[in-house]
């Protein structure tokens, strides 16, 4: 999901968000706050948490939770950082086209809640296409940026020109 890895991309640069991987396998999903824990319950589509504000319970969990983030590896997201992709879309292939990528962005995200009927690949093809903007030119700025490979866009270009969305 290009958004919201994009995003969680602007959170880790700006310090806000860090993630960590581990290879142990943790036993529960933990909300952890300094004044609850709750563990959240799956069982089919339905999920709940249960939940404790024990202080010496959270106090344990608290640590023990710190404790293996700081033993972990720090995870790198291979999406780049949305405000990267808009600046460097601006900057690379011009205003008109950043403009018009976060038009489509935005119309997403309004009729689609929470899914990306398009990938940013498609996305930024069908928008070089309205702007007259290169394959050359778009796919190179997306392997820079490090969205995908010029062979991506390559592979996506052919297959929008097979299905009579561009020409």
Known sequence: EFLLASSAADLVASGVLKLRVTGDRTENALLVTEESVTAVVTVGDSAAGLGSDDEAFVRTV????????????????????????????EADLGSQMRADFDTVLDSFREAHP?????????????VAAKNDVLLYDVSKWGEDVGIASKATFSRTKSDLEENGLIE
Not at 63 to 80: H, K, W
């Open 114 to 126: 929470g899914r990306e009927p398009l990938d940013e690949v498609t996305t930024s093809l069908l």
């Open 62 to 89: 608290t640590d023990a939770c710190r404790t293996a983030f700081e033993e972990s590896e720090q995870f790198a997201l291979r999406t780049p950082a949305l405000s990267a992709v808009r600046a460097s879309l």
